[in-house]
């Protein structure tokens, strides 16, 4: 163990226009207590193989933990689990239904791995912390390139902030996402996200003012993202909604009947 890293990243073959070069796998820790491997993504024989091989140069995989109940971060949990007879961890199973284990925030699993319940892109959201190295693992609550979608009403635009600002708490020397690149100037990225999210909120309290009648949420994202690729409006549109009912609920914002919407302090 002393010549392995302290971990093990495998990029599944899952590359799409939403989870960019794919999903990043994870292999934690080993000896005595076992590999722990963090979201298995996909049910592909190579890239399962891969997982095992890395998991067996640690002394065998024994507990899966997923991030969060989106497809492409548990598609090879089930696989897994029934090559080596394991578990599955994760926050909730509403979340995460093939479950066996909810994990709750701050349960601290072997090689000093530590869940922390992150909620904001989705309810059931966990992020990994190894204390030795003070490195992150992110699943979908940063991303190393770009950003992430928030989509109500799993997601919530005030939780992802309070997320955000709870790693601003923590020591961290990297962030391992779960797609791109390792994040190596991780408080500043935190910084630059939440800087980014209250920047397109004043966007669109900026637009919400200037215009002189309603507005829709997609003619919102028409004007906020003129320089995204169309084929990535209907998810910029989700966290646009996210970011409305933040503002609605603190009557910045006011939804009309007909779901277009107005400033709120300007017209009552």
Same mark, same amino acid.
């Given at each position: 163990?002393?010549?392995?890293?302290?971990?093990?990243?495998?990029?599944?073959?899952?590359?799409?226009?939403?989870?960019?070069?794919?999903?990043?796998?994870?292999?934690?820790?080993?000896?005595?207590?076992?590999?722990?491997?963090?979201?298995?993504?996909?049910?592909?024989?190579?890239?399962? &193989?891969?997982?095992?091989?890395?998991?067996?140069?640690?002394?065998?995989?024994?507990?899966?933990?997923?991030?969060?109940?989106?497809?492409?971060?548990?598609?090879?949990?089930?696989?897994?689990?029934?090559?080596?007879?394991?578990?599955?961890?994760?926050?909730?199973?509403?979340?995460?239904?093939?479950?066996?284990?909810?994990?709750?925030?701050?349960?601290?699993?072997?090689?000093?791995?530590?869940?922390?319940?992150?909620?904001?892109?989705?309810?059931?959201?966990?992020?990994?912390?190894?204390?030795?190295?003070?490195?992150?693992?992110?699943?979908?609550?940063?991303?190393?390139?770009?950003?992430?979608?928030?989509?109500?009403?799993?997601?919530?635009?005030?939780?992802?902030?309070?997320?955000?600002?709870?790693?601003?708490?923590?020591?961290?020397?990297?962030?391992?996402?779960?797609?791109?690149?390792?994040?190596?100037?991780?408080?500043?990225?935190?910084?630059?996200?939440?800087?980014?999210?209250?920047?397109?909120?004043?966007?669109?309290? &900026?637009?919400?003012?200037?215009?002189?009648?309603?507005?829709?949420? &997609?003619?919102?994202?028409?004007?906020?993202?003129?320089?995204?690729?169309?084929?990535?409006?209907?998810?910029?549109?989700? &966290?646009?909604?996210?970011?409305?009912?933040?503002?609605?609920?603190?009557?910045?914002?006011?939804?009309?009947?007909?779901?277009?919407?107005?400033?709120?302090?300007?017209?009552?």
């Amino acid at each position: 163990m002393s010549r392995l890293s302290p971990y093990t990243c495998i990029l599944a073959p899952n590359a799409s226009i939403l989870t960019g070069p794919g999903t990043t796998t994870v292999i934690v820790g080993g000896g005595v207590e076992g590999a722990t491997v963090i979201d298995p993504a996909v049910d592909d024989h190579d890239y399962l &193989s891969a997982v095992l091989k890395a998991g067996e140069e640690r002394g065998r995989i024994r507990r899966i933990l997923i991030t969060h109940g989106h497809p492409d971060h548990m598609g090879g949990a089930l696989a897994l689990r029934r090559e080596l007879g394991i578990f599955i961890y994760a926050f909730s199973r509403q979340g995460v239904p093939i479950a066996d284990e909810e994990v709750p925030d701050g349960l601290l699993f072997p090689a000093g791995l530590r869940a922390i319940h992150t909620p904001g892109h989705r309810f059931d959201h966990l992020c990994f912390y190894l204390e030795q190295t003070q490195t992150l693992f992110a699943g979908d609550l940063l991303a190393g390139e770009g950003t992430v979608v928030i989509a109500p009403p799993e997601g919530d635009m005030q939780s992802y902030l309070d997320s955000l600002a709870r790693l601003q708490q923590l020591p961290l020397q990297e962030i391992v996402p779960a797609h791109g690149p390792i994040i190596t100037q991780p408080q500043q990225k935190i910084a630059d996200y939440i800087a980014h999210r209250l920047q397109r909120e004043e966007q669109i309290l &900026s637009a919400l003012s200037t215009t002189d009648q309603a507005i829709s949420t &997609s003619a919102l994202v028409q004007q906020m993202y003129a320089d995204l690729h169309p084929a990535l409006h209907p998810a910029a549109e989700q &966290s646009v909604t996210a970011h409305l009912i933040k503002l609605a609920r603190e009557r910045r914002a006011l939804q009309q009947p007909d779901q277009t919407w107005i400033r709120w302090e300007e017209h009552n």
